[in-house]
């Protein structure tokens, strides 16, 4: 295993070059960034940007065999996708009796959900949970709250392209920077990164599908449905704690296994 300052350095190094880097790079190869992007293209820059190359830094960490395990794929698909379809009921309920569903063709909205929920949830789960908050708790040995802040800084971030202005921005950063955390923290009590990920993807599902709102911010009613989300799944998992005899302490290394489940 890696000292925690080396995991720390290669690990903040390749999530600054693929946050600060990306489109710097992506120009230098002679690719439009501000075109619309083919269906093969987007997918092929999210496989690149958000799965490949944080792979590559794991494998170099961890070596080649443990990068599933450490990107969380190896964890209860079935149980993940459960969990995050009952966290979002009170969204997909509330949004069904409030909102009326977006009137586009039924290929629109797939492919809205192919590219604003199923990467969204997959790739951000997986870059900014498992490799970037995951690495530098499990493995830099980074405070949990301090990880988990490094983390949505950089999710918050990602997310200031939808604003058109300073208060909006505001708002938009520190709802998408608190969401990271509350992220990790299903991750770390679940033990299970598709619990973050399902809960990821539908979220943004629901949102897609109804005339809610084209930014992360939301209005009042979307946002209550949003909290009764976080609420619910909040209850559910301290639920489960205790059933399970773990502590309610938030991130408080458990000793049986000194880190977080893969």
């Known amino acids: ?126 870059f900014y949970r498992a490799f970037l908050f995951g690495q530098l708790y499990r493995h830099g040995r980074w405070p949990f709250w301090l990880a988990a802040m490094a983390q949505g800084v950089f999710f918050g971030l990602t997310h200031l392209y939808q604003a058109s202005e300073p208060v909006q921005a505001l708002g938009i950063f520190g709802v998408t920077a608190l969401g990271g955390i509350w992220f990790a923290w299903l991750w770390t009590s679940w033990r299970n990164l598709w619990v973050p990920v399902a809960t990821h993807i539908l979220m943004n599902a629901w949102w897609g599908f109804f005339a809610v709102d084209n930014t992360a911010l939301g209005g009042w009613v979307a946002n209550g449905c949003r909290v009764a989300t976080i609420a619910l799944s909040i209850w559910i998992t301290v639920r489960m704690l205790r059933q399970q005899g773990r502590t309610l302490r938030v991130g408080q290394r458990e000793p049986e296994t000194g880190a977080v489940g893969v």
Request: net charge positive; hydrophobic share 50%.
């Open 1 to 126: 295993m890696k000292k925690p300052f080396t995991v720390t350095l290669v690990i903040i190094g390749t999530a600054a070059l693929i946050h600060f880097g990306r489109q710097p790079i992506m120009t230098a190869l002679g690719y439009d960034t501000a075109r619309t992007y083919t269906l093969l293209e987007y997918t092929v820059y999210r496989l690149v940007w958000n799965i490949l190359i944080p792979a590559l830094a794991l494998s170099i960490l961890h070596g080649p065999r443990k990068v599933l395990a450490e990107l969380g794929w190896q964890a209860n698909l079935p149980k993940g996708l459960a969990m995050g379809a009952l966290f979002t009921l009170p969204m997909l309920v509330g949004f069904g009796l409030a909102f009326t569903p977006v009137d586009r063709p039924a290929t629109d909205l797939l492919l809205k959900f192919y590219t604003g929920s199923f990467w969204a949830g997959l790739a951000e789960e997986t």
